[in-house]
């Protein structure tokens, strides 16, 4: 019989994606290190095992963004979630021609 645990489905992680979560980690890591604090102590501060921790700073796709979320807090850093999809370029730029192609469909 299989564990609850083992029948969790992980998010699929494309490479290049990969490539960014790792670099979330170590920015979050050189963050911590800046600040003069070790893992045990961000552990402490959080409640979240040293495991855990380490996984962050690795970028493990398998941690939630809410423990993500408490290091950063811990560091002073929860602002920078907030510029996340913040200037959504792609987004505006659909929405700028749907917009132009109504205003032309209500011309004819």
Excluded: C, W
């Excluded at 979320?69 to 811990?74: A, F, M, R």
């Excluded at 999809?85 to 192609?101: E, N, V």
């Amino acid at each position: 019989m299989q564990s609850k645990a083992s029948n969790k489905r992980g998010a699929v992680i494309f490479p290049k994606n990969k490539k960014i979560l790792l670099e979330l980690g170590e920015n979050i890591k050189l963050a911590r290190k800046r600040r003069g604090l070790t893992q045990t102590l961000i552990s402490e501060r959080t409640g979240l095992s040293r495991l855990t921790v380490r996984n962050i700073e690795k970028g493990d796709s398998g941690v939630s963004i809410g423990h993500y979320l408490v290091v950063l807090s811990v560091l002073g850093l929860t602002e920078d979630l907030l510029n996340v999809a913040k200037d959504d370029k792609l987004g505006r730029k659909l929405q700028d021609i749907s917009l132009l192609s109504n205003k032309e469909n209500k011309k004819k």
